[in-house]
């Protein structure tokens, strides 16, 4: 998740985007989790979904990554199967966790994190060059990620209000915390890591919002100021309600269904499976 100062909570996050950890039959089936295998999962958040894949390997084991402190206690807290476990490591650096780039993992797992832990240009090949470390031949790279285009009405909106508030683009820009590339540029990625890419695809998923709760988190509004964190962090603490109320008025229109005002986010996800040769 977040790589830097951690904003997560369980209950947040929860609150915000809890539809993320429940959208993901389609990379669960890539994963095809066997009794006995040994998969390492890549940003596991606060752990549902890493819990979830213990279950299903009795005999097997997986190791939880997360930066955030915060996660990774409330995963140890709240998941404590014999054959779970969860480690605070920022995944930019996944070499400095010995465990995890051994060579023993017969899958590597990730869900929604990879578009924040990539975010880098720097730090991208590192990663993927771990990845490919800590797979035994023959293992796989299993991921689901925003990919382009991904909640592109929200994030093109922050941009033009922040600028309309008299914020220089570049800087608007730089604040954006997320990389959602696209199908191609990750299937290049993968090869030049010496992945063999047996599937790389987009799906166009809108997604609906959370409902609002009582105390402003949840709903559209919840989403920007939770995952949105980081490009309003420039704008100064007094003016940032302001600003969310503007990015949440433009958004109105586009984003609610007009049969029964729910309001969608237009999420692409980018899902991969590349194997070790
Ligand atoms: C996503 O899971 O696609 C996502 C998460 C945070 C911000 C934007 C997108």
């Known amino acids: 998740m977040s790589q830097s100062n951690d904003k997560w909570s369980a209950e ?19 994963l095809s989790a066997q009794p006995t295998d040994k998969i390492l999962d890549i940003g596991c958040g606060d752990g549902p979904l890493t819990a ?4 299903s390997i009795p005999q097997g084991h997986i190791l939880g990554l997360d930066a955030s ?16 476990n969860f480690k605070l490591q920022d995944c930019r650096r996944i070499a400095e966790c010995a465990e995890a780039v051994d060579g023993s993992w017969d899958k590597v797992f990730s869900n929604a994190a990879l578009h924040w832990i990539l975010r880098e240009p720097s730090t991208r090949d590192a990663v993927f060059k771990d990845v490919y ?3 035994k031949p023959g293992g796989i790279f299993v991921f689901e990620m925003g990919g382009k285009g ?9 941009l033009s209000v922040l600028v309309a508030n008299g914020y220089a683009l570049s800087t608007a820009r730089e604040s954006c915390p997320w990389f959602f590339p696209s199908d191609t540029w990750m299937t290049r990625q993968l090869q030049k890591t010496g992945f063999e890419v047996e599937k790389c695809e987009l799906e ?18 919840g989403w920007i100021k939770l995952m949105g964190a980081e490009m309003l962090s420039v704008v ?32 692409v996800r980018l899902r991969a499976v590349a194997r070790k040769a």
Not at 204 to 218: E, V
């Open 12 to 30: 947040a996050y929860s609150k915000a985007a809890g539809f993320v950890p429940k959208l993901t039959t389609t990379v669960i089936s890539y």
């Open 204 to 221: 166009y998923r809108p997604t609906k919002c959370t409902p609002k709760s009582a105390d402003g988190s949840g709903g559209l509004e």
């Open 150 to 158: 991904n909640v592109e009405a929200v994030h093109s909106t922050i």
């Open 236 to 267: 100064e603490e007094s003016k940032r309600e302001d600003v969310v109320r503007q990015v949440c008025d433009v958004l109105e229109t586009v984003v609610t269904r007009e049969e029964d005002g729910s309001q969608y986010l237009n999420y």
């Open 133 to 135: 470390s800590a797979l």
């Open 52 to 55: 979830q894949i213990a279950a």
């Open 69 to 84: 402190a915060s996660f990774i206690q409330t995963a140890q807290e709240n998941h404590t199967s014999q054959n779970c």
